[in-house]
């Protein structure tokens, strides 16, 4: 069975993700130090009690996430939920890492680029201005679909079914998408061309955004629009190094 240091995991972790040059709202690369050997990795969305129970019975050395700790503004104390967590980390000596903007804005392993392979595009660009660059990415389709057309191949792709505000009569070719909690990008998407717009989640005024500017939208959940990135980032590890990499998706409807 492969291993790897938990040093050269970390640093081949920063390097393909650039997570130096990324400005967060919470640290990237290793949150919770475990052992100094890794033989198994375990990788989701979010390091919820839930995710640390499965990887704990999968035989995990580390856990990989998008949705880590230490969050800006958040309590400093360790009590409640953020005890436990800590607690069967530090207990069974398993490390914690996560990358946050980095994973998203990455131009192939990246949630960004995952959801431009899910919806069939073959290229795609960040919309300047937005920052980091790549959190806001642009894309033409090559025919021409509604976003209703658009909506159900997320469903089938993503497993979730999507909310979608549609203003538009007619097919759409320019896209623009952000995901998980990227609905407040709207208004860029719109100046960048888009007809329509995609992300994670909605807001109330994403609503009357959308009706305003008349530019289509999709929220085919936090969750679901941010599932792919960390799968692509466990599936690189394991080929670059050999070790076991095991994606495991706690669901949520979110």
Not at 143 to 163: C, F, G, K, V, Y
Request: charged share 20%; hydrophobic share 40%; proline share 4%.
């Amino acid at each position: 069975m492969s291993e790897i240091s938990r040093q050269e995991l970390i640093q081949l972790l920063d390097q393909e993700l650039q997570s130096s040059l990324i400005k967060d709202y919470c640290p990237n690369g290793l949150q919770v130090e475990g052992k100094s050997q890794i033989k198994k990795i375990v990788a989701g969305v979010t390091a919820s009690q839930a995710l640390l129970d499965a990887a704990l019975a999968a035989g995990a050395d580390a856990i990989m996430v998008h949705h880590g700790y230490f969050w800006k503004n958040e309590d400093y104390a360790i009590t409640g939920i953020k005890k436990c967590r800590l607690q069967t980390l530090l207990k069974h000596d398993i490390s914690l890492i996560a990358y946050h903007l980095p994973l998203d804005v990455h131009p192939l392993l990246g949630n960004n680029a995952q959801l431009a392979l899910k919806l069939g595009l073959t290229s795609w660009q960040a919309v300047p201005g937005a920052s980091p660059s790549g959190v806001l990415m642009r894309g033409t389709l090559a025919n021409p679909m509604t976003s209703q057309q658009i909506a159900d191949r997320l469903h089938s792709e993503l497993n979730r079914l999507p909310l979608l505000h549609a203003v538009l009569d007619k097919p759409v070719t320019e896209l623009a998408w952000c995901t998980g909690g990227g609905q407040s990008y709207i208004d860029q998407a719109y100046a960048a061309g888009a007809e329509l717009f995609i992300s994670g989640e909605v807001s109330e005024q994403t609503i009357h955004s959308s009706r305003e500017l008349g530019i289509d939208f999709i929220a085919a959940g936090h969750h679901a629009t941010e599932r792919y990135g960390i799968k692509a980032l466990a599936e690189f590890v394991q080929q670059r190094t050999g070790v076991v990499c095991e994606f495991i998706d706690i669901d949520n409807p979110a």
